[in-house]
């Protein structure tokens, strides 16, 4: 499983598509805060903790019932697919249930994970709610892109267990 990881990492640091994903996106989105504040709570967020997607299984398995995972992406995105325990609530309406409607303030201490597409989003939401007094907040680092890819190794790995002469299952 370290070896899987270490593939993952790998892939990972060479995905340029986030870079230009997240550019192309921002250039078709309008965001309920200006860009100046945006761009704070992208690069310089805190108060929340970034978490891996072997990091988010572990989590989901142990804390299934007390864990709220909340994925800001659009409705179609969610539907295409998106992690079990998720509930849809994208970007813009996740800000006005935190802001305005203080829909979530029963998790003040119970745990949250944010999940974007690439980790941006979700970085700027759990510094929000941070600052909005919620004390167990995560991003899932570099979103359900990396959750994705990270399912799809272990599909092959599964695969890979079964099949009697593959010399590659000692990596999984």
């Known amino acids: 499983m370290k070896t899987l990881t270490i593939i993952e990492s790998i892939n990972n640091f060479l ?16 965001f ?11 690069f310089w967020g805190k108060g929340y903790e970034n978490i891996t997607p072997p990091q988010l299984s572990e989590i989901v ?4 019932n007390g864990l709220l995972v909340i994925d800001l992406r659009e409705k179609e995105r969610f539907e295409q697919g998106h992690i079990k325990t998720a509930i849809s609530n994208p ?13 979530y303030e029963d998790y003040l201490e119970k745990e949250i994970v944010l999940v974007c597409d690439t980790g941006h989003m979700s970085r700027v939401a759990g510094s929000i709610l941070a600052g909005e ?20 190794m272990l599909i092959q790995c599964n695969r890979l267990k079964y099949e009697k002469n593959s010399m590659l299952a000692s990596f999984c």
């Open 61 to 64: 398995e142990k804390r299934a």
């Open 32 to 42: 309920e805060m200006d860009l100046a504040a945006f761009l704070k709570q992208l």
């Open 91 to 103: 970007f813009d309406a996740f800000l006005k249930s935190v802001l305005v409607d203080r829909k």
């Open 15 to 30: 995905d340029i598509g986030v870079i230009i994903e997240s550019l192309s996106k921002a250039g078709k989105r309008r």
């Open 133 to 152: 007094g919620f004390k167990k907040v995560y991003s899932l680092s570099r979103g359900m892109r990396r959750w994705n890819r990270r399912q799809k």
